[in-house]
């Protein structure tokens, strides 16, 4: 698995990086400039079952690491190349969604400025673009794509375990950390799952080698 990751490395970060300046240019207009009513998202019952917990913020960031592992695991150009269109296609879904159905989550139930590191993000990802969760979608997708490649390679059952506890947590920090509410989490993984399942299926090629068969 290791030199997956090593292969093609300089172009994976770079290609990483330019993918997510593109996707946030799009996404803050969409936030700042939306041009329908805004939807406030309504809390259900089960947001009250998740407790605020500060600490999971570091859960919430670690999604800009834990979204190049798939990418990391791939072997040619192409493959890059295809894996970024369809995670093209998932942001795309979802900034066309904020376009024409903008929406926020309510005001948070305690004063989350107080806490370090939450200033900040509210200044970078404000309370808008809130359903569905691109936050859960993205990460969802990812993981269904991680989670075919160990398959694929053939790695310890423990390391797919790891793969679907990250993608819960992460899942759960949104709405721990108050970013979301438990709808837009639903519908983030709901979207996320669809795209991921329409491109293993239709590029069901990419990953593989003749040693992995």
């Not at 300046?21 to 089960?46: A, D, K, N």
């Not at 990460?139 to 679907?164: E, G, H, Q, S």
């Not at 509410?181 to 491109?199: F, K, N, Q, R, W």
Request: hydrophobic share 55%.
């Amino acid at each position: 698995m290791r030199d997956r990751f090593w292969y093609l490395l300089p172009l994976k970060v770079v290609g990483i990086s330019g993918f997510m300046w593109l996707f946030f240019i799009g996404y803050f207009h969409t936030l700042r400039s939306p041009q329908y009513p805004v939807f406030e998202m309504p809390r259900t019952s089960l947001d009250a079952w998740v407790p605020f917990q500060p600490e999971a913020l570091l859960v919430y960031g670690s999604l800009w690491l834990y979204v190049g592992i798939a990418p990391g695991l791939l072997l040619r150009v192409r493959e890059l190349v295809v894996y970024g269109l369809w995670a093209g296609a998932l942001c795309s879904c979802g900034l066309l969604i904020f376009h024409f159905w903008p929406t926020a989550v309510p005001a948070p139930d305690v004063d989350v400025q107080t806490y370090p590191g939450f200033a900040l993000l509210q200044g970078v990802d404000a309370s808008g673009n809130a359903c569905p969760s691109l936050h859960v979608a993205t990460a969802v997708f990812n993981a269904i794509w991680v989670d075919r490649l160990l398959r694929t390679i053939r790695t310890p059952d423990p390391l797919r375990w790891a793969n679907w506890l990250w993608v819960l947590a992460i899942t759960w920090s949104t709405v721990a950390i108050r970013q979301h509410v438990v709808l837009d989490a639903i519908a983030g993984a709901a979207l996320g799952t669809a795209i991921a399942t329409a491109s293993v299926w239709l590029s069901p090629w990419i990953g593989r080698r003749a040693s992995d068969s």
